[in-house]
């Protein structure tokens, strides 16, 4: 996991395969970004196994509605795409197909936030 900071949000790449052991530390940084950030979290470096985020993914949701942060979402493709269909995380994430309108989304969140509309 890779973060930047791009004018007032938090891009996160996600690159590789995830264990299991990986799920829970995964969470909680995700958690912890969500609860201070709008974040972007990009899933197009990820392997074929990275179907064990989608309860990191789930987790991080829910802390950013908490905070009232905004999470989105892209780059999953193939079996990740699937699964987030199937389970119908996908419609409760805010998914982009590419990474600048999650970026722009993201960024709009804040300003609409920021500026009280």
Do not use: K, W
């Amino acid at each position: 996991m890779s973060t930047q900071r791009l004018g007032g949000c938090v891009i996160v790449r996600l690159a590789g395969e995830f264990a299991d052991a990986d799920v829970l530390p995964l969470q909680r940084a995700l958690c912890d970004l969500v609860a201070s950030d709008d974040v972007v979290i990009d899933l197009s470096r990820t392997g074929p196994s990275a179907a064990t985020v989608v309860g990191a993914l789930t987790a991080a949701h829910d802390e950013a509605v908490r905070h009232r942060m905004s999470l989105h979402v892209t780059g999953a493709a193939g079996a990740l795409r699937r699964l987030l269909n199937r389970s119908q995380l996908e419609a409760r994430l805010t998914y982009h197909e590419h990474l600048a309108d999650a970026v722009e989304s993201a960024l709009a969140a804040r300003d609409a936030r920021t500026h009280g509309t």
